[in-house]
């Protein structure tokens, strides 16, 4: 099963242009090998009415942070907070688009223009936005947006597949180039690459420390690379597991690194300077992504159950799950301390209430409606605010976006297939499978 989940991870975004045909060559022999038994698991067809309905899973134990599901039309897929409280969602799908919501707004006020198919996003420190988007010829490009532009300026071209896009604490711009096996760097305010520098095979995801350390996540290997702050080359390697199939990545304010292993369905920690994993936290089924509070909290969300662990500072188990809306992915941690998760298969976010707050979405004025009663019984701890900031509420709540209509149009590789074989084997059905997303 491992070698069929890396061609499929190999293979990137597909396209109607064919873009990805050369990755897909790679992965033909394997792909057969492991046709018989997982083969129908990840045929693209459009989500069913059952796929797309926001549903929330049981969960064992009880929710004390106070969380809402809020119904998305467009294909949510990539979120980002920038400094100045905006938020930024892309739009999965052949127009693109980037919905921008403002401090207390919940319906987006604007639209930025941008190539096909926006996936990961990117604020730097100064503002600016980068996006991961694709041409019309299936070209994968680094859209730049500067503040407040209503299009994307400038374009960096990357290599096929999926890349994933995290800012530096310098204002640098990293991605993850995998079918290369390198991360690439964009100094602050440029739209060229300065340097690459090589990682291991895979690697997905990148996370930035606060002095700069670079920590990429090598899906194949098993393995997370450390490369030093401004460094051209890695320092050392540190094995997560061979057979974990490591994603998501985050460093806490501490330096703590915390990984999400898919296939384990627990986090990895490691320690500030150290070279092995000091321990394992279990969290839900298939965790694939993983985002630090200012404070310390950790979240990380888990694709197959649809619920989101929490992890308090130090602590060696998840204190609370929350549940979300269908397949959450992609999350932001906002300057109020609430955390926006992204809700692919149902086409929906998740706010997380900041400790103390009320439910996200209470007190609006705009007809904004959420599509699940707020959840929990509050006064749980929760996340202090962003270092990256986000969008701010007032003292009626956190006020969450919701988004215009849309709908997905291709398959994005990576993670996706091996979340949706494993939902399916969870769920015990045997229709094809929604829509996946990286």
Known sequence: MNNFLMHRAACGPRDPGGNAKTLLRAGVALLAAAGLLLGPAVVAVPASAEDATVTGPTVTDPTVTDSTVIDAGIQPLGVAAAPDGTLYVSDYHWAGGISVFQPGETRASRTIKVGGLPSSLAVTTDGTLYVLQSTESGQAQIGVVAPGAAEAGFAIAVSPG????????????????????????????????????????????????????????????????????????????????????????????????????????????IESGGTTVARRIPVGGAPQEVVAAPDGTIYVTNSADNTVSVIPPGATAAAETIPTGEDPGRMAVRADGSVVVVNRGGRSLTVIAAA?????????????????????????????????????????GPGLPAIAAGAAALLLGGAGALIVVLRRRRQGRAESPAWTFN
């Open 162 to 269: 999926a890349h994933w896009l995290a800012a530096g604490p310098d204002g640098s711009l990293y991605a993850t180039n995998p079918a290369e096996g390198t991360v690439s760097v964009v100094p602050p305010g440029a739209v060229w690459t300065q340097r690459s520098i090589l990682a291991g095979p895979y690697p997905v995801e990148v996370a930035l420390a606060k002095d700069g350390t670079a920590y990429a996540t090598n899906e194949y290997e098993g393995t997370v690379t450390v490369v030093p702050a401004g460094s051209p080359s890695p320092s050392h390697t540190i094995t997560v597991g061979a057979k974990d199939h490591p994603h998501g990545i985050a460093a806490a304010p501490d330096g703590t690194v915390y990984v999400a292993n898919i296939l384990r369905n627990d986090v990895a920690v």
């Open 356 to 396: 103390g707050a009320p439910a996200p979405g209470a007190g609006t004025s705009d007809g904004g409606e959420a599509s699940a009663e707020s959840r929990g019984s509050g006064g749980g701890a929760s996340a202090g605010g962003s270092s990256a900031g986000g969008a701010t509420g007032g003292a009626s």
